[in-house]
């Protein structure tokens, strides 16, 4: 892949990133804002995975839900970055093919072809 073609992605990575990042944040503070009764005092030091928080709430449960989609898809974003990084970007991680420019343009942190996607969601599919 050329350099200004990596370029290119990294731009589209970290513009995504950042707005991911500011709508976990907003997420975040609407789920621990709003009902921060069981948070025990500075909510900025208040873990992002909450799986043991209680909550009879539904928005709150797809609040967080919410937030964990967003930081997946962030870990994806940052690990696509090291990707362009290490010169392994645009590789599927699976068989190594080239993956795509459509697919890379749709979605630049895939780090699958089409192929080896289909067969990680059909393998998902029968567990
Ligand atoms: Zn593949």
């Known amino acids: 892949m050329k350099a200004s073609e990596l370029t290119q992605y990294k731009k589209s990575l970290l513009a995504l990133r950042q707005k991911l990042v500011e709508n ?38 797809l609040t967080i839900g919410l937030i964990q989609n967003g930081e997946e898809e962030l870990r994806a974003i940052d690990e696509a970055l090291e990707r362009i990084g290490n010169k392994t970007f645009g590789s599927c991680e699976e068989c190594g093919k080239k993956v795509s420019k459509a697919r890379l343009t749709a979605l630049p942190y895939v780090k699958n072809c089409i192929e080896c996607q289909r067969l990680e969601e059909e393998e998902a599919g029968k567990a």
């Open 24 to 61: 976990v944040n907003f997420m975040e503070d609407e789920a621990l804002g709003k009902s921060g009764q069981d948070a025990s005092g500075d909510l900025s030091n208040v873990p992002i995975h909450m799986a043991d928080v209680g909550t009879d709430n539904y928005d709150r449960d």
